[in-house]
């Protein structure tokens, strides 16, 4: 389906699945290995205690069959290496569930079940109540995302069924050269996107930082805002002209991708001016990657063209609004501007204190 791992890295954090979260799973794996055939056994006999559930998996082979799949899984999910074999193996899952007319209801009556009964375990096996707890949080998150998976893909499975539905109709499509599926992911893409540098364009800036606020403020973490703007870019068009303008517009595309973490959003959010949108990430976390940044572009740019920054941070405490954000933002990367002409190795300005030094100078770096 075409889920990469970046799009892993992003749901397991909006599941706020953390390193230590992380943690807390694979350090239950020993003494969960001891447990599992009890464990196994408690799920099937209360799984088999539902008519509706045993008319499908009491044949002997079938509940044989399950036995070793549902201890394979338990292991694999407390594992928590979330790789890219686990998730195609859950991504069949949901399609192995559509074939066989197993309902999302009976899917989920079984996840009840065996969080119910991992949650009892972990409370009998866990040697203080505080780490029970902490064991049980991570595996409640990682079910939901392995849940999200494999419903996913069930309903790629009805999408699959309504494609062929309507097979009759995208052979007249095809006749007139309309490809509307194709068609329409495309004006998406375009729609989230800007087409020159790749990065995602103000609109699409507009809806993550909304949701990450969100999340950040659920959570209780940090959030930084960065707010870029490129010094000399006029120059550069006025005296080499837009085709030069366009491609120093696409550098900045280029080393703000070799930069930033598969959880950062970076935007063209609109002219020479860019954002990137850092969750999890307070300002002192945000010097080393725009420090990066900067050295990234500065090598690759042959213009004399450097950045001014302006960086704002939100929570984990102390939360803002968006309008708030990108406001104080965008005047401190002004600050940083006014600055950079009286001094030039004054290019980035943050709130606090944490990030008001001298941080980049054409051709050095302190």
Do not use: W
């Amino acid at each position: 389906m075409g889920i990469s791992m970046q799009e892993v890295d992003r749901r397991l954090h909006m599941f706020d699945f953390t390193p230590s979260a992380r943690n807390d799973l694979t350090s239950f794996c020993t003494t969960l290995k001891s447990a599992l055939p009890e464990i196994i056994e408690e799920f099937y006999t209360r799984q088999l205690a539902n008519k509706e559930i045993a008319a499908i998996i009491s044949p002997p082979e079938t509940l044989a069959r399950l036995r070793v799949a549902m201890s394979n899984f338990i292991t694999t999910l407390f594992a928590a290496n979330y790789d890219e074999t686990y998730i195609n193996g859950r991504l069949l899952i949901g399609k192995v569930h559509k074939r066989l007319n197993i309902t999302p209801k009976l899917y989920m009556s079984g996840i009840s079940t065996l969080q119910n009964v991992l949650d009892r375990n972990i409370d009998a096996l866990s040697s203080t109540d505080s780490k029970a707890q902490n064991i049980k949080a991570a595996l409640h998150k990682a079910m939901l995302f392995d849940s999200e998976l494999v419903f996913e893909s069930y309903i790629d499975s009805y999408q699959e069924e309504m494609e062929q539905a309507r097979a009759e109709v995208n052979h007249y499509a095809a006749s007139l050269e309309i490809k509307v599926e194709a068609l329409t992911r495309q004006l998406y893409e375009q729609s989230i996107h800007d087409a020159l540098t790749g990065l995602y364009n103000r609109a699409a800036f507009n809806e993550h930082l909304e949701r990450e606020l969100k999340v950040a403020q659920r959570y209780q973490l940090p959030l930084c805002l960065a707010y870029l703007d490129l010094n000399g870019f006029k120059g550069v068009n006025d005296t080499y002209g837009h085709e030069a303008g366009d491609a120093v517009l696409q550098q900045v595309g280029a080393s703000m991708f070799s930069i930033t973490r598969s959880v950062d959003v970076a935007c063209r959010y609109g002219g020479d001016e860019f954002c990137i949108i850092m969750p999890r990430c307070n300002l002192e976390n945000a010097q080393a990657p725009l420090q990066r940044l900067m050295e990234h572009f500065d090598a690759a740019c042959s213009h004399n063209v450097t950045f001014s920054i302006g960086v704002v941070q939100s929570g984990p405490s102390d939360f803002k609004d968006a309008t708030i954000l990108i406001s104080e933002a965008d005047t401190l990367m002004y600050t940083a501007k006014a600055r950079a002409h009286e001094d030039p190795g004054h290019h980035l300005c943050t709130t606090e204190h944490l990030l008001d030094s001298t941080e980049h100078l054409r051709g050095t770096a302190s």
